[in-house]
């Protein structure tokens, strides 16, 4: 990798390719907030599902939106919350923005025969994923079959399944893998699969 290296070690790069990335064989992003930014009121996504639990008149364990869709299976509404919170997700992830490291992604695609294959582990339903990523053309800078939200395994970040298997699909080791992320829940989804993790701030 050319460029220069920062105080933290980092490599930095003129030329569209991502920092710090040798020596991973794969490399999975989380989307919102890392790659791009979902137009998505989330206090109203919550809103939104205290009115799924009111509608079958269930008392909420929470307020917190990600507490209530995990509580929901228990409570027999797991597909209704899941709909409720989905459907704003799709619309925000049409109007979303561009982040820079997504746009470092986009600018470097046609490079990536030099750079460690991509995907994309979620806590948004896969639908929203595949919809940002089409939207702002980052499917040729990303693996498209390693594309992982929280619907499509059995579990969601920060249990560590849904990162595992977008490693798997990029067809490299746990260990030999990086996870990019913003929030603590993907650090925590990191560590729990033995994978390593970055702070996206540190790689733009």
């Known amino acids: 990798m050319t460029g220069d290296t920062g105080s933290d070690g ?13 020596g991973y064989d794969a490399v999975v992003y989380d989307l919102d907030g890392t790659l791009v930014e979902l137009a998505v009121d989330w206090g109203t996504v ?28 228990e409570y027999g509404i797991g ?24 746009a470092r992604l986009v600018e470097g695609a046609d490079d990536r025969g030099r750079t460690p294959p991509a995907g994309v582990c979620s806590l948004n339903c896969e639908e929203a994923c595949r919809i940002a990523v089409e939207a702002h053309g ?10 992982v939200g929280r619907d499509t395994v059995g579990s969601h970040k ?15 080791a746990p ?3 990086l996870f990019v992320g913003d929030s603590p829940r993907d650090e925590a989804a ?3 699969a033995g994978v390593a993790f970055a702070w996206v701030a540190d790689l733009i």
Not at 10 to 22: E, Q
Not at 50 to 72: Q, R
Not at 79 to 101: F, K, M, N, Q, Y
């Open 190 to 192: 990191a560590e729990r």
């Open 158 to 172: 920060p249990e560590p399944e849904s990162l595992l298997a977008a490693v798997d699909r990029l067809g490299a």
């Open 79 to 102: 597909d209704p919350v899941e709909g409720a919170i989905a459907l704003h997700e799709r619309a925000g992830a049409r109007d979303s923005t561009l982040l820079p490291l997504g």
């Open 175 to 177: 260990e030999d893998a």
């Open 46 to 73: 919550a809103s939104s599902v205290l009115d799924v639990y009111a509608k079958h008149a269930i008392k909420p364990p929470t307020k917190e939106l990600w507490g209530l869709l995990e509580a929901a299976d």
């Open 138 to 147: 980052l499917g040729d800078a990303l693996d498209t079959d390693a594309i």
């Open 10 to 22: 980092a490599a930095s790069s003129a030329d569209g390719a991502v920092p710090g990335l040798a």
